[in-house]
């Protein structure tokens, strides 16, 4: 048994040679999809053996090696820069670019299951009070692709990302979600184009109140008709195209945490409130299902079509709903929560309950009107420095990187269990 002795050289060492002895037991087994009963067991206990001694580290060290990779403060790393440095720093504490690249040219059910280390970092990093809190700010910072098209945007007033399109008209910029064929599911990819455009709403000075809607769908089911969001793209899940990092962790990170609390950058006024926030209205044609959901949670107002609803299947999915645990309950009521999160209960636009994520529901023909009158009535200062102040009562910092560091770790679990990859399974034979 490996034994940690407080000093970080000694135990990175002893690290590095426990993880080594680790891969080589794992090398001689099949490859994860190959194995039978007993090699699944012997590999369960090669990872948690290992897994043991990574969790000894990070509560030992985890600030010492924070501050190594950030360099005592001075960087911003963004999730994916954070633990491939993290990997090369402590060799055995998290996986390398090549059993990364392994990884993701494999199906959910073939992998290794390799992000759960990256969640076990992640957790201790959030849980430091200086180090979480770091990391949170790194994140709420604009993105390098923003920055690279914030003139083209300031000058055009429309961009093109692919699968969410942004348009300037007055003060307002208008994000509409354009996955026509998988019904706004999102991906890796949607992640990262609404990351985007929610940097260049924030960062473009002329824009003052922000709205997001779906767009009209090619998908056969719903052909002509505005959709909001699907949720979490489950095809994408089955094939192990859906990212813990890139896609899970930064979400939350991200754009929902910049919609909802800000972009920090440097502005004029930084020295009394360093980020840069705007209003949010979010527009709901048809559902919003799973991510969708989420999404509704950090919006100023919420206006749905009469004919839609509102959904958080996670017990059926088998997956962490987000920060919608985080949320629900303070909007809905603990009861309602659990019904919608543990029972799979609907939220149909128009009953009692639905009030508390919906502040209006109007008919279908009605939509255009409301959005604009929602538009119109929210571009004030006062509501931007109201709605910090509703923001920081509801959910204070602390109380949201304390959320964010479990979820991080019970996330990556989920990823990898047998009834996730049964579900997604099973959902792409029938889809």
Same mark, same amino acid.
């Given at each position: 048994m490996v034994r940690l002795s407080g000093d970080l050289d000694a135990?990175?060492?002893a690290l590095a040679a426990a993880a080594e002895r680790a891969e080589a037991e794992l090398a001689v087994l099949p490859e994860p999809a190959?194995?039978?009963?007993?090699?699944?067991?012997r590999a369960t206990a090669v990872h948690?053996?290992?897994r043991t001694l990574r969790a000894e580290f990070l509560h030992l060290h985890v600030e010492a090696v924070y501050r190594r990779l950030t360099a005592s403060g001075t960087r911003a790393l963004r999730l994916p820069e954070l633990v491939a440095a993290a990997a090369a720093e402590v060799p055995g504490l998290l996986p390398g670019a090549e059993q990364l690249a392994a990884e993701r040219g494999r199906p959910q059910a073939a992998k290794e299951? !390799? &992000?759960i280390d990256q969640g076990l970092f992640l957790r201790a990093v959030l849980r430091s009070p200086v180090a979480g809190t770091h990391l949170v700010e790194s994140m709420a910072r604009p993105t390098e692709r923003a920055l690279g098209l914030l003139d083209e945007f300031r000058r055009t007033g429309e961009l093109d990302l692919g699968s969410v399109t942004l348009v300037r008209t007055g003060a307002a910029a208008r994000i509409t979600m354009v996955r026509t064929d998988c019904l706004n599911a999102e991906d890796n990819r949607q992640v990262e184009d609404m990351e985007t455009a929610v940097d260049l709403a924030l960062l473009d000075p002329e824009v003052r109140v922000c709205l997001l809607r779906g767009g009209e769908m090619t998908h056969p089911r719903y052909r002509g008709r505005r959709v909001f969001s699907a949720g979490i793209n489950l095809k994408s899940l089955h094939s192990g195209e859906i990212s813990l990092v890139d896609?899970?962790?930064? !979400? &939350?990170?991200?754009?929902?945490n910049k919609i909802l609390?800000?972009?920090r950058v440097d502005h004029p006024g930084a020295w009394h409130t360093?980020?840069?926030e705007k209003p949010w209205v979010a527009a709901v044609d048809t559902f919003a299902i799973g991510g969708g959901a989420q999404l509704l949670m950090v919006f100023d107002r919420v206006i749905a079509a009469t004919d839609s609803f509102v959904s958080l299947p996670a017990a059926q999915?088998?997956?962490?709903?987000?920060?919608g645990n985080l949320r629900l309950g303070g909007l809905a009521g603990g009861r309602t929560a659990r019904q919608v999160i543990l029972w799979g209960r609907r939220l149909h636009a128009t009953e009692p309950d639905a009030r508390h994520l919906i502040d209006e529901a109007v008919e279908p023909d009605r939509m255009d009107q409301a959005v604009e009158e929602a538009l119109a009535r929210l571009d004030s200062p006062a509501v931007v420095a109201n709605r910090r102040m509703l923001h920081l009562a509801e959910e204070p910092p602390e109380q949201y990187r304390a959320y964010l560091a479990e979820f991080a770790m019970q996330q990556a679990l989920r990823l990898y269990s047998a009834d996730v990859i049964g579900k997604v399974g099973r959902f792409t034979k029938a889809n």
């Open positions: 135990d990175r060492r190959g194995r039978g009963d007993g090699q699944r067991e948690d053996g290992i299951g !390799r &992000e896609f899970l962790l930064r !979400r &939350e990170l991200g754009y929902l609390r800000g972009l360093p980020v840069v999915e088998g997956i962490v709903p987000g920060a």
